[in-house]
T-cell receptor
């Protein structure tokens, strides 16, 4: 079966750095996506990786290793507004998105 | 720019009743999707449409139906609601089916009693 694993919850301190990991087993691979979802709101797109390596976008970076079935989202200079759930999703060989359950990130002052 | 509009935002429904969740987008996207989101579970695809006039079944289609008469509208119907359909429903769209960057509506919170 297809599976996306990510930690259920993480806590970090304002101003610090946090890394959210995602491992996957899917039927084929056509890209890995990270979304941010604030409580009670819709998910919004953060990043996309299809090749191995690091993609940087401001305070957020996303890394992919296809051989290891592994990705992480790195958030730097954490702000209180970064408190949210972070969803990892993989597009399989049929171009269907397979979603992880999400990681709830709690930022403490 | 509205993006994707869902209605209603919240609804309480008696079991056995019929309910249609509306979804409209103004981005001229070809692909549209209906997901449900339940606590502790990832987003689960109910139905999708790759282009106007076509629909397909997702991971959890039972008890739901959709139609795609035009590019903009993608309503989701629960023919006879059951308590297990209590969930938050998100409509989403993307320029085409090969794009994983989805644009989501604000969600419809449905409670079936």
């Amino acid at each position: 079966g297809q599976n996306i694993d990510q930690p259920t919850e993480m806590t970090a301190t304002e101003g610090a750095i946090v890394q959210i990991n995602c491992t996957y087993q899917t039927s084929g691979f056509n890209g890995l996506f990270w979304y941010q979802q604030h409580a009670g709101e819709a998910p919004t797109f953060l990043s996309y990786n299809v090749l191995d390596g690091l993609e940087e976008k401001g305070r957020f970076s996303s890394f992919l290793s296809r051989s290891k079935g592994y990705s992480y989202l790195l958030l730097k200079e954490l702000q209180m507004k970064d408190s949210a759930s972070y969803l990892c999703a993989v597009m399989d060989s049929n171009y269907q998105l397979i979603w992880g359950a999400g990681t709830k990130l709690i930022i403490k002052p | 720019i509205a993006g994707i509009t869902q209605a209603p935002t919240s609804q309480i429904l008696a079991a056995g009743r019929r309910m249609t969740l509306r979804c409209t987008q103004d981005m001229r996207h070809n692909a549209m999707y209906w997901y449900r989101q339940d606590l502790g579970l990832g987003l689960r695809l109910i139905h999708y449409s790759n282009t106007a006039g076509t629909t397909g079944k997702g991971e959890v289609p039972d008890g739901y139906s959709v139609s795609r008469a035009n590019t903009d509208d993608f309503p989701l119907t629960l023919a006879s609601a059951v308590p297990s359909q209590t969930s938050v429903y998100f409509c989403a769209s993307s320029p085409d089916r090969n794009t994983g960057e989805l644009f989501f509506g604000e969600g419809s919170r449905l409670t079936v009693l």
